[in-house]
């Protein structure tokens, strides 16, 4: 039901959006959120978005640098990242059904596939 793309290879300080399109006529009753996982490490929170847009929750080491954003016309979320650091490297995950912005993976309902991205020089 979700299908994320906009992953790819670019040099630090660089920019990406990533997009989630979302099947299902709930989408816009649910909060969004992205998740990440680097190689060797586990799943982790990096932003979620209320069902409205109203609302945006960003960890800490993405704060001032990602933002988050949706069009419910479009069933779509994106992930705009700037400033992207090679710590950023991870693969993507968007995720929806949520009830409110969360970080904890479980509140959310279903998964996309996630897509790359990789902070190199």
């Known amino acids: 039901q979700l299908q994320a793309s906009g992953g790819g290879s670019v040099q630090p300080e660089g920019s990406l959006r990533l997009s989630c399109a979302a099947s299902?006529?709930?989408?816009?009753?649910?909060?969004m959120g992205w998740f990440r996982q680097a190689p060797g490490k586990e799943r982790e929170f990096v932003a979620a978005i209320s069902w409205s847009g109203g609302s945006t929750y960003y960890a800490d080491s993405v704060k001032g640098r990602f933002t988050t954003s949706r069009d419910n016309a479009k069933n779509t979320v994106y992930l705009q990242m700037n400033s992207l650091k090679p710590e950023d490297t991870a693969v993507y995950y968007c995720?929806?059904?949520?009830?409110?912005?969360?970080?904890?993976?479980?509140?959310?309902?279903?998964w996309g596939q996630g897509t790359l991205v990789t902070v190199s020089s």
């Open positions: 995720a929806g059904g949520a009830t409110f912005t969360s970080d904890y993976g479980g509140s959310y309902a279903y």
């Open positions: 299902g006529r709930t989408f816009s009753r649910h909060a």
